[in-house]
């Protein structure tokens, strides 16, 4: 028996064969994943976000046959180190990483919303209040401090000092 009875050829493949293909692909992308570093699924950023989805679509077509596999793990791979050398590189030019990651935005702060900040972020003060609750705990924006929309999309609360 030849590796073509358990991985197939092209994109008519056996359920054996595609379960086959799966197994070495999910082998293939921990080790991307491990290339490309924790905050891939931890940072959540859109940075984060799109190698997650795009290596996902890239990978997935070798499972399926759709491409062939070698150059599809290629390509993950390409992706992952492009991924990697724009995260290290954040790092050291701070205007690419605020253009690749963004940066956290202020929404109220002493007693005043940032009505300019809430319409860039679409949000609105109901949206405030709600993550006030979710957040910190309280419903009275006189405990509040700050709240920021953070890089990754999320919202803090800092709560004055007690």
Known sequence: MDLTYFFGTGDDL???????????MYLITLGLLKISGRRTFG????????IAVMLGAILSRAVVGASPFIP????????????RLLGWLSIYIKGLGRWIKGEETLLYRDGQFQPGSLKKCLLTD???????????NVNDLD???????ERSGRVSVILKDQ
């Open 126 to 136: 109901g949206d405030l209040m709600e993550s006030v609750r979710l957040n910190a």
């Open 43 to 50: 940072g959540k950023s859109n940075f984060d976000n799109i």
């Open 72 to 83: 599809t793990v290629c390509a993950g791979l390409i992706l992952v180190l492009s991924h």
């Open 14 to 24: 056996s359920s054996l064969q595609m379960a086959c293909r799966a197994l070495v």
């Open 143 to 149: 405990k509040v401090k700050e709240i920021v929309m």
